[in-house]
């Protein structure tokens, strides 16, 4: 742990492949960041399994303990702040959050999604590809806002669909995408490049991206 790096929390519901990534990332030492926790609102997701595997501090809150959707979420950011993250990425957290609860941290908190967006916010972003007929498909990383799915984004991978491509295999050749995406975006965070510009907006080293990045062999490209 060194006192210049980012401090990051990770939060997510699933078997967290993406985490897996943030991990190796930083291990491979392209990623200068501290996972300071990870959190879950399932205490059997795998990805708590993988951080307690890498040692990384983990903790989980279970919704139906709690009378109200937003009384979870502001017990969910103050175990977070309590943490010392500086920034927070939502990797597979599968929930939709309070805007008053999230609001503190506008600005420091990214989410990976599996679609082109502004297309297909929400869930079945694969199935909703395919069913549209688009030629192409991919991920995008965003700055987390009150409106789900719809902060701006910074960065995003784009594949081809290919003739056979099902629901099961698009999400899984999309995946090795975003392990890609989500640690090179993050590292621009780490690297204090890239800035949240009220009210939709992002800059990249103090100017207005007109267009999200793009990720192409591995790199972000403006
Ligand atoms: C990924 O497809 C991510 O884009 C979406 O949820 C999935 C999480 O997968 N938000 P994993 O848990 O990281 O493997």
Redesign the pocket.
């Known amino acids: 742990m060194s006192a210049s790096r980012l401090r990051v929390a990770v939060l ?10 943030l991990i190796a990332a930083r291990d491979a030492g392209t990623l200068p960041v501290d996972l300071v926790a990870v959190g879950s609102d399932k205490d059997d ?3 708590l399994q993988l951080a307690k595997k890498a040692g990384i501090p983990t903790f989980s809150l279970d919704p139906k303990a709690f009378a109200r959707r937003k009384d979870f979420d502001f017990e969910l950011f103050r175990r977070l702040t309590a943490t010392g993250a500086q920034a927070l990425v ?5 929930r939709i959050i309070d805007g008053a609860a999230l609001a503190p941290w506008v600005g420091r908190m990214i ?4 679609s082109l967006l502004p297309k297909y916010r929400g869930l079945h ?1 694969h199935r909703r590809a395919l069913d549209a007929g688009d030629t192409e498909h991919g ?1 995008s990383v965003h700055y987390v806002t009150a409106e789900l799915d719809g902060g701006p984004v910074i960065a995003q991978a784009r594949i081809d669909m290919v003739p056979g491509d099902d629901e099961s295999a698009l ?1 899984q050749r ?2 090795g995408f ?1 392990h890609q995406l ?1 640690p090179a975006v993050l590292a621009l965070m780490a690297d204090g490049r890239i800035d949240f510009i009220a009210p939709n907006r992002v800059a990249l080293d103090g100017k207005l991206l007109d267009a999200p990045l793009q990720l192409r062999n591995g790199t972000l490209v403006d």
Do not use: C, D, K, V
Not at 111 to 114: D, E, F, L, T, V
């Open positions: 997510a519901s699933g078997r967290g492949s993406n985490l897996q990534a997701a795998g990805a939502l990797a597979g957290f599968m989410n990976i999604h599996p972003t991920a999400a999309l995946l975003e989500l």
